[in-house]
């Protein structure tokens, strides 16, 4: 079982309204392993991740999703959440008079209940909360507000790794995380995705710049243009495109076409 | 897999579970409105010299009035002579005597509607008064009510028993001129629910009515009327459904509540009448009017409705403070889904010293629905350190409805305060695909946060009620999902 990947991609073609976005995506994330993917604007990340959650409005035109053997694609968004697949939003959206806990508490019973577990109960939820607050340094008032309502960007963000710390989900995506962070958030982020890191999950990290990758430290570097995987690489591949930019592996490939 | 914004408009399709109609012998007036049929509602009812007289100065009245136009709503002309006026279920003998003799349909009816009113099952700690069609078929806990003092039973029976009481406060509030559908309902009322509160009595109970429209083609128009003596407390709660039909039937009732001295009286709704199909055929029309005086000192009365039927909504429950230090409240939440119209709201009118209001009404529209609050705040020249809150918030779900607010405030007094706030949201697919994503169902999502938008009236229900109106909001925005 633990072999198997947690997520394969093959051939993966998707775009929005008729436009082509992603063409012939591969790639297979194993258990433990943390990927980037990295590209300049427009290149297609973000549609990869809201792909693989099933957002409303992308049309998969080909290939193929497994998501631990399973056909992910088949899936509505709520029931690839609940099999473990977390998206960290980029825009972590404002649900006004919804309740932060009671919003949280409710879709981890419905994760647990969908693995077999028995639901949480209130006190019982608060004990698990205030243990994951403390590892992202989030103020308990923010339990007690709505549900992003009136957070700043950097606790959007933070909340966005808080709510996947308390639902330890198998795959997350984290979609421009580092967006509008400053330092010190950052690092806070960081800390609290590499605390959840196990031999047993994985995460696949969608970012801009290679300075989020300085404290999330990936196993693999896959660079995406137009909607294709150009390159794949380790760690070294994210330092040589802060160095050199993305044109000297864009260039060449525009030229062989 | 369903789309976001094709699940939203899925939940156009809601279900009416209260569409059923109930097969009695009846014994109805004929169609149209005129003095005789006003003469033989009075004679059925064997009222008293003074009702008669009351009608027909309220019916002659109406004859010189005007449907009002301002409300923001579209219907076609109503033909009031074309509507039947009085419809009850036939009585063998001489009418029944206490429940265990009432016609076992209606008892029926309203176990099915989830209102037993049978000795064995009724529900514990609420007194229920239920009026089918035209007429009220029985009242529950009377004999206990009674001991404390506290009358509680049908309009028509206070008439007979009570004749004093209801000629000292019938059209109090609202006199038979104060509009076009009040003067017709105190021309034609039937029946309705009579409560009074001796002084310093605390009414032990919840005390509710439960009307139920059955006959078709006919109007439904009652009348209740709450007096809470000085230091007295009540109370009240009020609901309503109805077959589902193809043609649109009239209701066109009448509140009062008097509160003196001390006096506190909590008026609950949760309005369920059917609102008609996904195309807009059919449906209640739904003209009331309910007002509250604080006429004593330190009186306090509050509002609260949930409103989610009826095909059209005309109805302000508003308090006039007339008492120093009296408080009024309001608090709504009103749902228009597929063709349903709304215009709601509430007035305050601050007469005395130090009165205090408060209103906070949440709208959701869906569908095609159209919602409108309406609402006044006066503060007279006396009205001195009086003060107003208002918040009105729209909910809007899916990208057909409309939300429309018009507040009106008129301020005689220099010392008077008043604050209001509005806002208006929408249901983004942005945010169900944020609660799919954390594994929420669409239809839990839509609920959620549609409870949270409402959570500040749900709180001012009386509590088995309050969970009640949380289901019925899910069941009023449920679809098919999926």
């Excluded at chain 1, 939003?89 to 693995?115: C, D």
């Excluded at chain 1, 008032?141 to 992003?148: C, Q």
């Excluded at chain 1, 693999?220 to 380790?234: K, Q």
């Amino acid at each position: 079982m633990s072999n198997q990947p947690i997520l394969e991609v093959k051939n993966l073609n998707a775009g929005v309204e008729g436009k082509k976005i992603l063409k012939g995506i591969n790639l297979t994330i194993n258990p433990g392993e943390v990927h980037a993917v990295m590209g300049p604007n427009g290149s297609g990340k973000s549609t990869l991740a809201a792909v693989l959650a099933g957002r409303e409005g992308y049309e998969v035109t080909d290939g193929q999703v497994l998501y631990c053997g399973k056909d992910l694609l088949d899936m509505d968004p709520e029931e690839r959440a609940r099999e473990g697949l977390f998206l960290a939003f980029q825009y972590p959206v404002e649900i006004p008079g919804v309740n932060s806990t009671y919003f949280l508490k409710a879709a981890l019973n419905e994760v647990r209940k969908h693995r077999g577990l028995p639901e949480l109960d209130a006190i019982e939820f608060l004990n698990l909360v205030k243990d994951k607050m403390k590892l992202l340094e989030l103020k308990e008032d923010l339990l007690r507000r709505s549900v992003n309502e009136g957070f700043s960007g950097g606790e959007k963000k933070r909340n966005e790794i808080f709510q996947m710390a308390v639902l330890e989900p198998k795959l997350s995506v984290l979609d421009e995380t580092d967006s509008g962070l400053d330092i010190d958030a950052l690092k806070i982020v960081s800390q609290g995705v590499n605390r959840l890191r196990s031999k047993d999950n994985a995460q696949l990290v969608i970012t801009h710049y290679q300075r989020l990758l300085n404290y999330i430290v990936p196993d693999f570097v896959h660079v995406l243009f137009d909607g294709r995987i150009l390159r794949t690489g380790d760690k070294t591949l994210a330092l040589e495109l802060e160095e050199r930019g993305y044109d000297w592996i864009i260039k060449p490939e525009a030229a062989a076409r | 897999m369903s789309t976001a914004t094709e699940t939203i408009e899925g939940f156009v399709k809601k279900e009416y579970k209260y569409g059923f109609v109930t097969d009695v012998e009846t014994e109805s007036a004929p169609p149209g409105l005129n003095e005789d049929i006003i003469r033989l509602i009075s004679g059925k009812k064997n009222e008293p010299q003074f009702m008669l007289d009351w009608r027909l100065k309220s019916f002659r009245h109406w004859l010189t009035m005007k449907e009002p136009a301002w409300p923001h709503l579209k219907y076609p002309p109503i033909d009031f002579q074309d509507a039947v006026y009085y419809s009850a279920p036939k009585k063998h003998g001489s009418g029944p005597k206490s429940l265990d003799e009432v016609d076992p349909k209606l008892l029926e009816t309203y176990e099915k509607l989830g209102i037993p009113l049978k000795e064995r099952e009724r529900l514990a700690g609420v007194a229920v008064d239920a009026v089918f069609d035209s007429v009220s078929v029985g009242t529950t806990f009377k004999e206990k009510l009674a001991e404390k003092g506290i009358i509680f039973c049908a309009f028509s029976e206070a008439v007979q028993n009570h004749p004093e009481l209801v000629m000292k406060y019938l059209g109090s509030v609202v006199p038979y001129t104060d509009n076009f559908y009040a003067a017709l309902n105190s021309a034609v009322f039937s029946d309705g629910s009579f409560c009074y509160i001796p002084k310093g009595v605390r009414c032990p109970m919840e005390l509710s009515t439960y009307f139920r429209i059955n006959a078709a083609n006919t109007g439904q128009f009652e009348r209740t009327l709450i007096v809470a003596d000085e230091g007295a407390s009540v109370s009240y709660l009020e609901g309503c459904t109805a077959p589902m039909r193809d043609e649109h039937q009239l209701h066109a009732a009448v509140v009062e509540l008097i509160a003196l001295d001390n006096a506190q009286i909590k008026y609950s709704t949760v309005q369920n009448w059917y609102p008609g199909d996904a195309e807009g055929k059919g449906g209640i029309y739904n003209f009331v009017t309910k007002r509250a005086i604080c006429k004593g000192k330190n009186s306090r009365v509050s509002w609260t409705q949930v409103e989610t039927g009826s095909a059209i909504t005309w109805k302000y429950p508003s308090c006039i403070l007339l008492g120093d230090n009296s408080v009024g409240e309001f608090y709504s939440v009103a749902v228009t889904n597929n063709y349903q119209q709304a215009d709601t709201g509430t007035k305050m009118v601050h007469i005395g010293r130090n009165t205090r209001s408060t209103i906070v009404s949440k709208g959701i529209s869906a569908g095609h629905g159209q919602n409108s609050y309406r609402g006044l705040v006066k503060m007279q020249k006396t009205a001195t350190n009086a003060r107003n809150f208002s918040q009105c918030d729209s909910l809007l779900l899916g990208n057909k409805c409309g939300a429309h607010t018009f507040p009106y405030i008129e301020v005689k007094n220099s010392t008077a305060r008043i604050e209001h706030e509005a806002s208006t949201s929408k249901i983004g697919e942005d945010q169900i695909f944020y609660c799919n994503q954390r594994g929420l169902s669409t239809q839990d999502a839509v609920n959620m946060i549609v409870n949270g938008f409402c959570k500040e009236v749900f709180r001012e229900l009386p509590m088995e009620f309050a969970v009640e109106a949380q289901k019925l909001l899910g069941v009023s925005l449920e679809g098919s999902v999926g």
